[in-house]
Each structure stands twice: as C-alpha cells, then as structure tokens.
C-alpha cells in the first residue's frame, strides 16, 4: 500500500484552527505516514509539531506557504524542509509580517466604512499566533452574524470588489524561491487550480517558477476537484515538474478536505517525495 503524504496543512501559527499538536495527534489518527506543516509567513509552529511527531514517530517535513504577488496575482509558494531558524527566511518573512499588520488595520477601516465596528479587535481575538488573516476577519464576522459560514463571508466580504478587500503586496517570486532555498527548502506551488488566471498565464507562471528553481506543483490538494487534480497531473507532466499531495487543512469547521484524506496521484505525475530533490532536502534534515 502506498504512503499517505500531507504536505500542505495550517495551525493556530497562522489561520488553523487546531494547534500544532493537536494537528500532529489528528494526522496519526487519520493514518497519515508523513505530514509537512506549512503556516502562511511563520515558522513559529514548527518546533512543537516536531516535537510532538517524534513522540508519536510520524515522520514529520518542517514547513511554510510563503505569499508571493506575481503580476498583480497573489500566488502561494509552499516551502518543504525549510529550517525554522534560518535569519534569511526569518528576515524575509518580516516583511510579510508588516504588510499583515498595516493590511489588517485597513481591512478594518475599510469594514467600519460598511457599518462593521470593532473587526481588528474582533479578528484579533481568533488569532492565536503572530499573523492576521482574512481567515480571522471571516470568523468574526460569522461570529457576529454577517454570514452563515467562512465561504458565505469571503464572498460577501473578503473579496476583490468587496467591502473588506484590500490588495495584497506580497513577496517577489524570486525573493521567496531564494528564502526556501536559503532555509534549506524545496518550492512548491500550491493549489494551482484555485488562481483565478487562465491556463496560459498558469503555464507562464509555472514555466518562470521551474527556471527560478521550483521542483513541484500541487497536483493532490484539498482544494481542487477529481477534475481539476487530472488537469494540473497533465500540467505537471507538460513542464517535466513534480508533483506534491497536500489537504490544505484548516480545521473541523473550515476544511476543503479533512487532514490526510487525498485523491489519489494520477499515475502519470512524478510525486515530489521520489525526486532527488526530497531526498537532499531529507538529508539535509537530518543533518
Ligand atoms: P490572507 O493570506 O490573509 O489573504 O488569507 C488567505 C486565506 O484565506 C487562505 O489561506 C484561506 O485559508 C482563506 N480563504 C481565501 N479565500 C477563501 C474562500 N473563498 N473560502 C474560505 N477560505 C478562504
Ligand atoms: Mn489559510
Ligand atoms: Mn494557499
Ligand atoms: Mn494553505
């Protein structure tokens, strides 16, 4: 029987809902054989799933999903094997850090203008760590009666054209490829289904993050469809680029997939975890 990978997921580090520990106890419930924790912009988790998987032997990939603005997209990079300590990638995640911060009180400013009070205390409040998400202003405003769930509130709310949307300036692509790689890392592009981009600037997109030194593409995720995971599979083998298997799990309330539970690979893809690449990054781990 074939491992179960999942290499993409979040904790209360960032915009999940269950802490680090929790999370590694639900992977080896739900039988995942290797999980990557990968927080938006922080590291800060990463220490305590560790440590909690080599209590419970789960074989565990230090992570990160880095934001990247590409033309005016904001695109998700997600880093494999990074080490949490790096001062490059730590120096670099700042930056992303103060952008959250003065985003997050426009975001605010912007709600108040709507008639919505008290959203950067009230999105505080469901942040358990060092970032302010608009996963965090989408639970408030559930909380407080505005939507009836996470997607009803993005779409109301959250969204280009929408009363709490502000555009993201997020990292350049070759800055965050340089900080995974700093940290010790492989790149790898999350869900590439959910951009809402054609299919020509995806290959563009995927052909400049190949050159820069990319090795994967998500072609598993939580987030795409049986139909959409055949499409990327073809993409990835059109590229001559890997392939990677994440739930993007958030939480029980607010989960495309629960932890571990993946379609299947397509046949035709290269999984990440049978390149050169993972091995290195492996070796480097133990290290
Ligand atoms: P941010 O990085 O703060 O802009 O927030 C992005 C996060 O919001 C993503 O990582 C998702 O967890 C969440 N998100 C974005 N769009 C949606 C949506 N349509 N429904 C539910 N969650 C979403
Ligand atoms: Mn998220
Ligand atoms: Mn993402
Ligand atoms: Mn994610």
């Given at each position: 029987?074939?491992l179960i990978?999942?290499?993409?997921?979040?904790?209360?580090?960032?915009?999940?809902?269950?802490?680090?520990?929790?999370?590694v106890e639900?992977a080896c419930r739900?039988n995942v054989d290797v999980l990557?924790?990968?927080?938006?912009?922080?590291?800060?988790?990463?220490?305590?799933a560790w440590q909690q998987a080599r209590e419970n032997d789960l074989e565990f990939i230090?992570?990160?999903?880095?934001?990247?603005?590409?033309?005016?997209?904001?695109?998700?990079?997600?880093?494999?094997?990074?080490?949490?300590?790096?001062?490059?990638?730590?120096?670099?995640?700042?930056?992303?850090?103060?952008?959250?911060?003065?985003?997050?009180?426009?975001?605010?400013?912007?709600?108040?203008?709507?008639?919505?009070?008290?959203?950067?205390?009230?999105?505080?409040?469901?942040?358990?760590?060092?970032?302010?998400?608009?996963?965090?202003?989408?639970?408030?405003?559930?909380?407080?009666?505005?939507?009836?769930?996470?997607?009803?509130?993005?779409?109301?709310?959250?969204?280009?054209?929408?009363?709490?949307?502000?555009?993201?300036?997020?990292?350049?692509?070759?800055?965050?490829?340089?900080?995974?790689?700093?940290?010790?890392?492989?790149?790898?592009?999350?869900?590439?289904?959910?951009?809402?981009?054609?299919?020509?600037?995806?290959?563009?997109?995927?052909?400049?993050?190949?050159?820069?030194?990319?090795?994967?593409?998500?072609?598993?995720?939580?987030?795409?469809?049986?139909?959409?995971?055949?499409?990327?599979?073809?993409?990835?083998?059109?590229?001559?680029?890997?392939?990677?298997?994440?739930?993007?799990?958030?939480?029980?309330?607010?989960?495309?997939?629960?932890?571990?539970?993946?379609?299947?690979?397509?046949?035709?893809?290269?999984?990440?975890?049978?390149?050169?690449?993972?091995?290195?990054?492996?070796?480097?781990?133990?290290?």
């Open positions: 029987m074939s990978y999942d290499l993409h997921c979040h904790s209360t580090a960032s915009d999940g809902s269950l802490t680090p520990t929790e999370l639900l739900n990557a924790l990968t927080d938006h912009d922080v590291t800060h988790g990463l220490h305590e230090p992570g990160i999903e880095i934001s990247v603005s590409w033309r005016h997209q904001t695109i998700h990079i997600v880093g494999l094997g990074i080490d949490p300590d790096n001062p490059v990638l730590l120096q670099g995640l700042d930056s992303i850090l103060d952008f959250r911060q003065s985003r997050a009180e426009k975001i605010a400013e912007r709600l108040e203008k709507a008639g919505i009070a008290g959203a950067l205390e009230g999105a505080e409040k469901f942040a358990g760590g060092e970032i302010l998400s608009r996963t965090h202003f989408a639970h408030f405003l559930v909380e407080q009666g505005y939507a009836r769930d996470i997607k009803q509130v993005f779409k109301k709310y959250l969204v280009r054209n929408k009363p709490g949307y502000v555009p993201g300036q997020w990292a350049e692509l070759e800055d965050a490829l340089n900080w995974i790689k700093a940290a010790g890392g492989i790149a790898v592009l999350a869900h590439p289904a959910r951009y809402s981009i054609s299919t020509g600037r995806l290959k563009e997109f995927i052909a400049e993050f190949k050159e820069l030194g990319g090795v994967a593409i998500e072609v598993v995720s939580g987030s795409h469809s049986q139909e959409e995971v055949f499409r990327m599979g073809e993409l990835a083998k059109y590229f001559g680029i890997s392939a990677s298997s994440g739930s993007d799990y958030h939480g029980p309330n607010n989960a495309y997939r629960e932890l571990g539970y993946l379609h299947q690979m397509p046949s035709q893809c290269q999984p990440v975890w049978e390149t050169e690449h993972w091995l290195e990054m492996i070796e480097r781990l133990k290290a």
